[in-house]
């Protein structure tokens, strides 16, 4: 399947492949470089596995002076480069291409300093998302960012697409809880940018650099946030006779202005998906699922439920069961967790991403269904139902390029529906080069060429992960 164009790769640069292997050779140890075929392979896709490029040569340094001297000499070389943290972008944010070095950041992966009295933490990029709660939990502390992917996925990676969770509706994405950055720009000068407070002086460049995708430099460490864990929580299930009914509870639940720590929504397919999987106690006469999370005393948790469970019935809801105990929870959030592997187990889906206002729930999730029925294809909803954030998974057979093609067509048209309704391409995915092609659909051509002037400032030449985020044509320089 190649229906996402990807630039042709510079001829002058495969020719000089060797000579530029030789160069890398010189500014790290033997372990850090990469250059035969099966040692690459890895590293030729990210989780949008239908597509792949095997790389020039793949760069794993293990200190920013090496990612500042390998970035020096690209520049030098005029090779393109596509920085990489754990490769579980689903986007394809970290896809390669033939003439040009990937440089991952995985063996960086120390926690530099622990600050509770400051409430932060100072880490490498390489550091898994989990990593850092599992470093300060015995202190009651955790990190609030938790893609489902938390387990693998990189802080340098969550920072590139500004990664969330299921419990950014109660405390924020990657951006509101990253305090600071050291960053290696194209040229190899180092830049510290923020650092361990709440608010810098300047121009907001964190702003700028969190989801940005690698185009404006190479982040080596971050101070995160770290925060004060709840005395309680309780996910509660609530059962809903209809799709359209958890998506109506949803809207008035926040328009009463309620925040839950998290709430998540599952249709039938996804719920028995996941069940089966994970053994939750998901209801399984239901069409769609809310898990409804609150925290905080035995007090605050009991008032905050009483509201939602009045919501929930005004809108005809038919099971609520709370959780009962800590392994009660574990099991809920393991089945929610678990939802893309345990789809994968019984077909190749896309994994689409975009997010919309969640008083347009009900329509939206009547209109997706209808738009992958249109295209003889089933979809699995399972997304963050509170600050409205899809993720829709499209099934298909891989080894039917009809279908893959279709697949994705479907994919595209509710990345539409979500921008028509007055939403967005991307929620927590970022753009890669999956909805590169739709940035036109949401942005105006004055919109988008003020954007890449900006990118441009940082990287004239195009060469940071150059096939990702903007339109091939119509690109400019600084």
Known sequence: ????????????????????????????????????????????????????????????????????????YCLEQGVPVVPRGSGTSL???????????????????????IDYANRIARVEAGVTNLAVTGAVSAEGFFYAPDPSSQLACSIGGN????????????????????????MVMLDGSIVEVGGGHLDSPGYDLLGLINGSEGQLGIVTEATVRILRAAEGARPVLFGFPTSEQAGAAVAAIIGAGIIPVAMEFMDKPAIEICEA???????????ALLIIEVEGSDAEMDAQLARIVAIARE?????????????????????RKSAFGATGRIADYICMDGTIPTGQLPYVLKRMDEIVKAYGLRVANVFHAGDGNLHPLILYNCNDPVEAQKAEDAGMDILKLCVEVGGCLTGEHGVGIEKRDLMTFQFTETDLAQQMRVRAVFDAGWLLNPAKVFPLEGRVAA
């Open 277 to 287: 999987f994970a053994k939750a106690g998901y209801p399984m006469d239901v069409e």
């Open 159 to 182: 920072i590139g697409m500004n990664s969330g969770g299921a419990h950014c509706l109660k405390y924020g994405v990657t951006t509101n809880n990253v305090l600071g950055v050291t």
């Open 1 to 72: 399947m190649s229906a996402i164009a990807f630039p042709e790769p510079d001829a002058g640069i495969l020719a000089r492949r060797e000579s530029i292997i030789a160069g890398l050779s010189r500014l790290v140890p033997p372990q850090a470089l990469i250059t035969s075929d099966d040692e690459r392979r890895p590293y030729e896709t990210d989780a949008l596995t239908a597509y792949r490029r095997m790389p020039l040569a793949v760069v794993l340094p293990s200190t920013t002076q090496e990612v500042a001297a390998v970035l020096r």
């Open 91 to 113: 986007a394809g944010g970290a896809i390669p291409q033939e003439d040009a070095v990937v440089i991952g950041v995985s063996k960086m992966n120390r926690i530099l300093e």
């Open 315 to 335: 809108h005809g809801v038919k099971t609520v069961k709370e959780s009962q105990s800590a392994m009660e929870s574990a099991a809920i959030w393991k089945g």
